[in-house]
């Protein structure tokens, strides 16, 4: 009864799958495309639904880095490294911890997977608590936004961030050895960073070994940590002014090291490997005086595939087991709460053959997860999540237009120590189109219907949490939050001049957020305002431009340049707004190319975001500008020099929930060098 309900809203079905079985990774040369919004209509997408399809194909916008792309990009962690991509901002808690919000969505509606299966570490649990995927370690990173993100799960409404380490190989390489290093130096942190890979192989099995490792101090700001607001609070309540940091954001120094290693047996038409990976963090809690966390997680994974003659054409298989913890210290020598989170998670997928123009594939996924918290400040008891899912998507290709679908089912059992057990049953479906008018022009559109479980702290957090000062509170008699999401695309291609847009909604019922109480927790190391975790209806509504040109040539330089633009409004059926989300935001650059010698320069730009929750206040938005240069020194060995915020200019970060604490980093300069071999 409850699958006809769902069905009524006339929506077919979305919702499938990890990496396509057999994808080849997006090719070395492509610095950064925008894979449904790219010239280039041979670039793979791996991250993605169903049948493997180029970037011309795909409805939903979709973003890939390279390992280029990726070094020029990283500031801190990942939310910080992508931020500023179409429609992708971050929390910014601080160098050390750093997560994606897309369209205005973060925490688990932001699925963060490492090679297509969960990171399974406690970063959607806090903005404090950093990701374990290791962007300085990625071959690549993919970037799906709206609905057909759903592959992962109903938890994924705002979209899919996976880093794609590569230590498990679908493909035997072209040459029997390679390799890569990467070394950076900081002004800002005086920060150093040095990352390397090497890639064998011997008959038909390759080896893979990837390490990293970064040592930063506290950041440069522009001025004071506190803004002005704050500084004016403080010294309401007695704070001497002469106190307050300056120059430099206290406690905000970090150091990351891991160190991975992957094995693979690649055959005709076959493939299966395993991995392992052990990575460290040490970073400092922003919002607290001397406390900071220190993070381990160990990782196996292992990968197969298979391709078949026969009515199922293909099948793959991947699994990951993880041990994960980090300690919360008060300070040196002092530790306090310890999260733990160990679990595993597996995938199946088969892809049957082509019926006519009918090509789709069905899978199963499972996982299981032991989350804990244990000391003064443990927001949650110890909580098994159990989830399983089944999906099945089909697309129908015509050659100048396509249809898309499937259905997702899951049923998720969570069991904390102190509140019992809840289960939900959650279904998805979700149908698209697409049509190509003549040789350049591309439209496409989707609706999808949403369901996602409420998590273990939105039904049983009960505790302080200093770092966001907040006591939460959750709910368990919270019901499944369901959406109407509907998105609609447009995008013109061609040699010269590419341009894309995107327009889309999100209609929750039951949407989950913290909700400001009133009232006060009385604490002696300082009270702590109360938010409990709440449902009620809301909206989203919003949209991505991005454009780029080439410019020709002058002064013997060929140019061109790029831009993009993202907005988002979220409010609650009721009045008023929702917290944390990002203003609008413009990116544009402009690039020069010149004997080897590549130049950019690029503004970024802010608004102010006056549309807050009760509880907030405004923000100011903020212009900077950054410029690089890039040199081929030698063959395969390439030199960055580059400038960042180099006016000094103060940002500070609406989603961010330090933002009256502590702006992002001031002027930096870095020199880094890249070689291949």
Known sequence: MRLASR?????????????????????????AVEASESPDRDVVVVTGVGPIRTSDELIASTTVLDTNAVTERLAGGLGDTLAGLPGVASTSFGPGASRPIIRGLGAERVQVLSNGIGVIDASAASPDHAVTSDPLGAESIEILRGPASLAYGGGATGGVVNVIDGLIVEKLPEEAFSGAVYAALTSADEGKQVAGRVVGSAGNFVGVLNGSWMDAKSIDIPGFALSGAARADAIAGGADPADFAHGTLPNSAVETKSLSGGLSWVGDGAFLGGAVRRAENRYGIVAEEEAFIDMEQTRYDVRGGLGLNGPISTVKASGS???????????PGEPGTRFTNEGWEARIEAGHAPIGLLEGSVGLQASKRDFAAIGDEALIGPTTTKATGLFVFETWDAGEW??????????????????GSRSYEAWNASFGAHVHVGDHMFIGTSITSTERAPTDLELFADGPHPA??????????LDVEQGINTEFSARWEDD?????????????????????????FADPEGDLPIFQYVQAGANFTGFELQGDAQLGSALGIDWKADASADFVRA????????????????????????????GRLEAQYAADQDDVAAFETPTDGYLTFDAR????????????????NFTDEEVRVHSSPLKEIAPLTGRNFRVALRAEF
């Open 571 to 598: 409010k609650l059926d009721a009045g008023g707004n929702l917290p944390l989300i990002p203003p609008l935001t413009v990116n544009a650059g402009i690039e020069g190319l010149f004997n080897g010698v590549t």
């Open 402 to 419: 396509g249809l898309e679908g499937g259905l997702r089912f899951d049923d998720v059992d969570i069991d904390n120590i102190d509140f």
């Open 468 to 477: 966001t000062a907040q006591y939460e509170v959750g709910d368990d008699t």
């Open 321 to 331: 087991v993880v041990d994960y913890e980090h300690t919360e210290f008060e300070g």
């Open 7 to 31: 069905l009524a809203v006339g929506v077919a079905a979305m919702a499938l799958s990890a990496p396509g079985a057999f994808a080849q990774q997006p090719p070395a040369e492509a610095s």
């Open 496 to 520: 010269a001049f590419n341009l894309s847009a995107t327009v889309y909604r999100f209609d929750f019922d039951n949407f989950v957020y913290l909700e400001d109480t009133g009232a006060i």
């Open 629 to 644: 240069v890039g040199f081929e020194v030698a063959d395969g060995v390439r030199l960055m020099l580059e400038a960042r």
